[in-house]
């Protein structure tokens, strides 16, 4: 029951996001102006995959009652213009965190404020990507279906995407751009969160895991068949230890059989990509392990700054996760202190430490080198 509820709650606010490149664009101008161009940006561009970790205000333009949506204070209360942008958290999330870590200014803009104009797309996806990440949204097309953007249907407006630049700059200069990109994932815990809710309609956990390997290795061939070559891939992280789950447990402590449910998953995504980079030549990933990142922080908090690491800085009654950050909400004083923002994501400084240190930290948390690393790659388009 408390599960049911925790799972609810939590698969409401989890989004996924994408990763950043750099590149420059002369927006406005004619035709000829539109072009990549690697000034101080370390790619081209970043397009980024997943749910609201990385959303950065795609469900704004989704349509119904359902659709989790970070529209309202306090979210974005620590955002350069002090102001709810879409994205679960006070301020940056962790793929706009990668993305400065590139040499851009932040993620790349959500995919529905620039779909309906061509020319907006295209200068944004040369100049910066795009980001498709979607909050609440998983690897299976069921999980939360109608409330988000599922990672098939976030691969296909990537689609779209490439079919806008290509008229534009060519296929050749396409195929060299894109092999240049980062292309960086953030998804999978509402796919867990649907299953542990009971709400999955897969009754044991081998079927799960085989139909999320089945569907996450298919978007990235997909993406590759595309002209995708770099890939940045954050695993699921401690599902367990979010303040929502944390109520439930009656200890305030985390919830062991979601955490291993992550684990299960993480072990499985592993032998994934190491499997796809031997059948697509040229392929070259980095994966985050934003689980071992994260338990870090839990044991550690002390070592990473912070003051609390069970509780919502945003949110209602114990451990502020009796209820989603709201503009009644009580907020905590130091919002940098704790891990959590609200009761199911991580504030703007934690997602500035997971994204530190997937970008050049130690490698004991990217296999097999960090996301520095891979964007300096050469890569054959
Ligand atoms: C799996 O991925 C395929 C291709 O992207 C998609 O058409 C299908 O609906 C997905 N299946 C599920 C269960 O999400
Ligand atoms: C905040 O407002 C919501 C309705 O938007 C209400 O359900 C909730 O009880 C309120 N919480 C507090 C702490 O007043």
Not at 53 to 67: A, C, F, K, P, Q
Not at 144 to 161: D, H
Request: charged share 15%.
């Amino acid at each position: 029951m408390a599960r049911q509820l925790a799972a609810k709650a939590i698969c409401r606010l989890l989004v996924v996001s994408i990763h950043v490149l750099g590149a420059v664009a002369v927006a406005g101008a004619g035709r000829s102006a539109v072009r990549p161009s690697e000034i101080t940006q370390q790619v081209p561009a970043v397009f980024v995959f997943g749910d609201s970790t990385m959303d950065v205000g795609n469900n704004n333009y989704l349509s119904g009652e359902n659709v989790p949506r970070a529209n309202k204070p306090y979210y974005g209360v620590d955002y350069p213009t002090s102001r709810p942008t879409g994205r679960f958290s006070n301020g940056y999330n962790v793929a706009d965190f990668i993305a400065k870590a590139l040499g851009f200014k932040e993620s790349p803009p959500a995919y529905l404020s620039l779909a309906p104009r061509s020319n907006s797309l295209v200068v944004a996806a040369v100049s910066r990507g795009v980001s498709y990440a979607s909050a609440g949204a998983g690897i299976l097309d069921s999980t939360y279906a109608g409330e988000n953007i599922p990672l098939s249907k976030q691969v296909r407006y990537f689609e779209s995407t490439k079919a806008h630049v290509e008229a534009r700059l060519g296929s050749r200069a396409t195929s060299k751009f894109l092999s240049r990109s980062l292309f960086l994932f953030g998804i999978g815990s509402n796919d867990l969160f649907v299953y542990a809710e009971g709400q999955s309609g897969i009754n044991d956990v081998a079927t799960l895991y085989a139909s999320l390997i089945s569907n996450y290795s298919a978007a990235i061939t997909d993406l590759y068949k595309m002209g995708a070559r770099k890939f940045a891939i954050i695993n699921v992280g401690p599902l367990g230890c979010v303040p929502v789950v944390r109520l439930l447990t009656g200890t305030g402590g985390c919830d062991d059989d979601l955490n291993q449910l992550a684990i299960g998953l993480d072990d499985a995504i592993k032998p994934m990509v190491t499997g796809l980079t031997s059948r697509l030549h040229g392929l070259v990933y980095s994966l985050g392990n934003f689980y071992d990142q994260a338990m870090d922080n839990f044991a550690h908090p002390k070592a990473f700054g912070f003051a609390n690491t069970d509780s919502a800085c945003c949110g209602s009654g114990i451990m502020g996760a009796e209820d989603d950050c709201l503009p009644n909400s009580t907020l905590c004083t130091d919002h940098d202190g704790f891990l959590f923002w609200d009761r199911v994501h991580p504030s703007q400084r934690a997602a500035q430490l997971t994204a530190a240190t997937f970008y050049d930290g130690i490698s004991r948390h990217t296999t097999p080198f960090n996301f520095k690393q891979l964007v300096r790659k050469k890569t054959t388009n």
